[in-house]
C-alpha cells in the first residue's frame, strides 16, 4: 500500500472528536492493522506528508510516531521512515495506576503487579490522596492516552465530581482495586477487600482464644480517610459473641488493663502502643493480647511476632493482571486472613 492509500484509507482525524490529534492518529494505526489494511513492513506517511494533509503541527505527529514506536507496534529506519513492525496485540499495554496514596502495603500491590504484567505493559503511577479534584485532574490530563486505568476508588467523600470522573472513563478501560463502589453502573472488573465481613470471619476463626480475654478493645485511627467499615464489622462480631468490647479513636485514650485483647489499625498507633505497653511493663501476649491489622514482614519479627489480620496485597496485585488480561468483568473479593504469632 503505498503512502497516499495509507493517508486516505487508514488516517481517520477530525476536528470534531473528543480525542486529541496524537491520540486519532495512534488509534487509526492500531485499527488499520487490526482491519488488515496495514501490514508488517508497510511504510508510513512521513511526519511532514501527515503534517500538511490534516493541517497538524509537526510535533503532533511526532508525538504519535514515537508512542507508536515505544509500543512496539512501528520503527524508525533512519534515512526511509516509519514501518509498521508488529501487531498491536504485540506491543506492550499502557496502563495507568490511580492510587489513593503509597504506603508499605501498596507497593507490595504494585510490585506484585509489575512483576505479573512483566514485559507486558508500560505502567505509570500517579497519587489522589483521597482528592477528588487531583483525582479529576489525572483524568483529565492522561484521558485516551492508556489501555487501561486501575483505581482505587478512595476518597474524602463520594461526590458528583467523583462521579462524573469515573464517567470519563471508557468503560471497556476501567479497573477497580482494593474497594468496590456503588455508583458506576456499568459493569467493570474489581479485585475488592469486604472490610466489614472480613473482619468478623477472621476474628470468629480465633473466637475460643479471644474469650479468654476480658475486652477486646479495637483501637481505631483518628484519620478520616479510614475505612469505617471495619468499626461495623467489629461492633457486629462483639455483639453476636457477647464480648465485652470497646473502641477508642487513636492512642492517647488507651488505657491499659490486665488479660484486655487490643486491635491496632494503623501502624502509627502500633508503634505507640507498643510504647505505651513498654512504658506500664505490661508484656505483649502475657499481660495483654494485641492483633494488628495488614501484614509486613516487620511485624513477623517486631516484639517476638506480632498476630495479624490481613488482606493478601500480593494476591491483589496478581489479580489486577489476570483481570487486564482476561477482559473479564468479574467481582472477585480479595483473600483474607488471620497469621497466629506470639501477641496473642
Known amino acids: 500500500m503505498n503512502n497516499l492509500d495509507i493517508l486516505k484509507s487508514v488516517f481517520k482525524i477530525n476536528d470534531l472528536g473528543k480525542e486529541s490529534k496524537s491520540r486519532q492518529i495512534?488509534?487509526?494505526?492500531?485499527?488499520?492493522?487490526?482491519?488488515?489494511l496495514l501490514k508488517i513492513g508497510d511504510r508510513l506517511p512521513s511526519l511532514n506528508d501527515l503534517s500538511f494533509e490534516y493541517l497538524l503541527s509537526k510535533d503532533t505527529v511526532q508525538r504519535a510516531y514515537i508512542e507508536l514506536r515505544d509500543r512496539g507496534i512501528i520503527e524508525s529506519v533512519p534515512g526511509k521512515g516509519f514501518f509498521i513492525k508488529g501487531k498491536y496485540g504485540e506491543a506492550?499495554?499502557?496502563?495507568?495506576?490511580?492510587?489513593?496514596?503509597?504506603?508499605?502495603?501498596?507497593?507490595?500491590?504494585?510490585?506484585?503487579?509489575?512483576?505479573?504484567?512483566?514485559?507486558?505493559?508500560?505502567?505509570?503511577?500517579?497519587?489522589?490522596?483521597?482528592?477528588?479534584?487531583?483525582?479529576?485532574?489525572?483524568?483529565?490530563?492522561?484521558?485516551?492516552?492508556?489501555?487501561?486505568?486501575?483505581?482505587?476508588?478512595?476518597?474524602?467523600?463520594y461526590n458528583k465530581l467523583v462521579n462524573d470522573t469515573f464517567k470519563l472513563i471508557p468503560q471497556e478501560k476501567l479497573v477497580l482495586v482494593?474497594?468496590?463502589?456503588?455508583?458506576?453502573?456499568?459493569?467493570?472488573?474489581?479485585?475488592?477487600?469486604?472490610?466489614?465481613?472480613?473482619?468478623?470471619?477472621?476474628?470468629t476463626k480465633v473466637l475460643d482464644e479471644i474469650k479468654n480475654y476480658h475486652r477486646l478493645i479495637l483501637v481505631f485511627p483518628l484519620d478520616p480517610t479510614s475505612n469505617f467499615e471495619i468499626i461495623t464489622g467489629f461492633e457486629k462480631f462483639c455483639t453476636q459473641h457477647l464480648l465485652h468490647h470497646d473502641m477508642v479513636l487513636g492512642t492517647s485514650h488507651v488505657e491499659l488493663e490486665y488479660k484486655d485483647l487490643y486491635i491496632v489499625i494503623d501502624d502509627d498507633d502500633l508503634a505507640d502502643f507498643i510504647k505505651?505497653?513498654?512504658?506500664?511493663?505490661?508484656?505483649?501476649?502475657?499481660?495483654?493480647?494485641?492483633?494488628?491489622?495488614?501484614?509486613?514482614?516487620?511485624?513477623?519479627?517486631?516484639?517476638?511476632?506480632?498476630?495479624?489480620?490481613?488482606?493478601?496485597?500480593?494476591f491483589m496485585g496478581?489479580?489486577?493482571?489476570?483481570?487486564?488480561?482476561?477482559?473479564?468483568?468479574?467481582?472477585?473479593?480479595?483473600?483474607?486472613?488471620?497469621?497466629?504469632?506470639?501477641?496473642?
Open 318 to 344: 496478581k489479580t489486577i493482571a489476570d483481570l487486564i488480561f482476561s477482559k473479564k468483568k468479574d467481582k472477585i473479593k480479595n483473600p483474607f486472613r488471620i497469621i497466629r504469632r506470639n501477641s496473642f
Open 26 to 36: 495512534v488509534n487509526s494505526v492500531i485499527n488499520g492493522i487490526n482491519s488488515g
Open 178 to 203: 482494593n474497594k468496590d463502589v456503588d455508583f458506576i453502573e456499568h459493569p467493570y472488573p474489581v479485585i475488592y477487600e469486604d472490610f466489614e465481613n472480613d473482619i468478623q470471619e477472621s476474628l
Open 92 to 157: 506492550p499495554l499502557r496502563i495507568l495506576l490511580v492510587f489513593n496514596k503509597m504506603t508499605a502495603y501498596k507497593k507490595i500491590i504494585y510490585n506484585a503487579f509489575i512483576n505479573a504484567m512483566n514485559t507486558k505493559a508500560i505502567i505509570d503511577l500517579q497519587v489522589h490522596n483521597y482528592d477528588a479534584q487531583r483525582f479529576n485532574n489525572i483524568i483529565k490530563a492522561n484521558l485516551n492516552a492508556y489501555d487501561f486505568y486501575v483505581i482505587m476508588p478512595f476518597f474524602f467523600e
Open 276 to 314: 505505651i505497653c513498654r512504658g506500664k511493663e505490661f508484656k505483649i501476649g502475657v499481660d495483654i493480647g494485641l492483633i494488628a491489622y495488614n501484614e509486613v514482614v516487620l511485624k513477623e519479627v517486631l516484639e517476638d511476632g506480632i498476630t495479624v489480620i490481613s488482606t493478601d496485597f500480593q
